[in-house]
């Protein structure tokens, strides 16, 4: 029996269509928290040591953590600049140096107070760098970072999940469209069946 494909079209694409939208959703939303969250504990620590500096304490080399390789560690590290962008001290190294961050990114900082940024320093390493500007006797910048080498791994296991449920769905769709008109269909045919009685 010939099935009416333009009706199982009319039923699948639509279908189709929100299943695969709200499919994006759900990978966008799940992605977008993911990487906000990448973003702590910088916040906190970037704005308790401005808070600090804006006080007047001193920058001591030595408060900080031990030297953090940036592209093998997944611990976060600390930047300090003076206002001209100069850099004063830090934890964060980058082969036996200090990044360099992306020009302009202390002058927007300089204007809105707070910057937070995905930074790619070299190929293969992005990190999750929050920039806080300080006040004080001697103004100035608090970087602090981390690895997004493990945000990363759980949005590409996301980005999986997502396409086989969507996968998954396409076809249990298609099954269900095509499989209802064909009961449908045998069910008209035998209403219409004369009877030999």
């Not at 939208?21 to 939303?29: C, D, N, Q, S």
């Not at 600049?81 to 302009?104: C, E, H, M, R, W």
């Not at 937070?116 to 103004?139: D, E, F, M, S």
């Not at 298609?174 to 069946?193: C, K």
């Amino acid at each position: 029996m010939k099935l009416p494909l333009p009706l199982i079209a009319k039923l699948f694409i639509p279908l189709a269509f929100i299943m695969t939208v709200m499919a994006g959703l759900v990978y966008l939303t799940v992605q977008q928290n993911f990487r906000m969250n990448g973003n702590d504990p910088q916040i906190q620590i970037a704005e308790d040591l401005a808070t600090q500096l804006s006080a007047g304490a001193p920058v001591n080399p030595n408060s900080l953590t031990a030297s953090v390789d940036i592209s093998k560690s997944l611990s976060t590290f600390v930047l300090i600049y003076d206002d001209a962008g100069k850099i004063i001290t830090g934890s964060g190294k980058l082969n036996d140096q200090f990044p360099v961050l992306p020009a302009g990114v202390l002058d927007h900082t300089r204007t809105i107070g707070e910057n937070r940024i995905t930074w790619q320093p070299q190929t293969g390493v992005r990190v999750a760098l929050v920039i806080t500007k300080y006040g004080g006797a001697n103004p100035g910048f608090v970087a602090v970072g981390r690895s997004l080498r493990e945000v990363e791994q759980r949005e590409s296991i996301l980005g999986l999940q997502v396409l086989v449920a969507w996968l998954v769905g396409m076809v249990g769709l298609f099954i269900l469209i095509v499989g209802g008109e064909f009961m449908l269909s045998r069910f008209s045919s035998r209403e219409n069946t004369p009877s030999n009685l």
